[in-house]
């Protein structure tokens, strides 16, 4: 195998990573509902507090933003052992996979936040550049779901891809894309969504008391 085939592949499968990223997260923010069971808190909840507070998430650890993609990549690879499909191209695959809110995290946060190496890798375009996603937090929040990579999320909305999925989607079952309550006019959001606004925890009434002037000494 030569290195332009190789390399081939292994910019397919990138793409493959980005794009699949995309999908879930177009699922939850298009059709997922904080009331579904299961997947409503673990999964719907979160992005409906990313949509209203974006920086929210910066402050959580990797285990916490993506313990749940490293249980699904775990279960990719024990699925492609058992059918002893078990390539490079999987394994390349899962790594993606399980980092894309890491990735997609590192959009939100500053050059100095991020470090020098990461910083590098989103001038070079090589990781989503904060630029890029921005796109996708401004009203109405509906295209540049990939997560990943500045290369997807370009080439689909030019064939307007989530358009005309959502209009298949809608003309076959009557499912139309949910209401965003973070966008302008779709409000009022509910409370456990904007509750995330609060930079550190509201200092207690006792605090406040003491803190006031006509109290000090
Ligand atoms: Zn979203
Ligand atoms: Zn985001």
Redesign the pocket.
């Known amino acids: 195998m030569n290195l332009l085939s190789l390399l081939a592949q292994a910019l397919g499968v990138v793409i493959l990573a980005d794009f699949a990223a995309g999908v879930v ?1 177009w699922l939850e ?1 298009a059709y997922g509902s904080e009331d579904t069971p299961v997947v409503g808190a673990l999964l719907i909840r979160p ?1 409906i507090v ?2 209203h507070c974006p920086r929210y998430f910066t402050r959580l650890s990797w285990w916490q933003s993506s313990w749940d993609l490293l249980l699904l990549g775990a279960l990719i690879i024990g699925g492609a052992a058992w059918a002893d499909l078990l390539t490079w191209h999987v394994w390349l695959f899962v790594l993606l996979s399980v980092n894309a809110n890491q990735v997609h995290k590192w959009s939100h946060m500053s050059r100095g936040e991020v470090g020098p190496v990461v910083a590098k890798l989103q001038d070079w375009r090589i990781l989503l550049t904060p630029r890029q996603h921005a796109v ?1 937090h401004t009203d109405p ?1 509906n295209t540049y ?1 990939c997560p990943i990579t500045n290369l997807v999320n370009p080439a689909l909305e030019a064939l307007r891809f989530w358009d005309c999925l959502e209009s298949v989607i809608e003309t076959l079952t009557g499912a139309t894309h949910r209401q965003d309550t973070s966008n302008r006019g779709e409000g009022p959001a509910p409370t456990w969504a904007i509750e995330h606004h609060r930079p550190s925890p509201v200092p207690a009434t006792e605090d406040l008391v003491v803190a006031k002037p006509d109290t000090a000494r």
């Open positions: 997260h923010d992005n990313h949509h996708h929040k779901y």
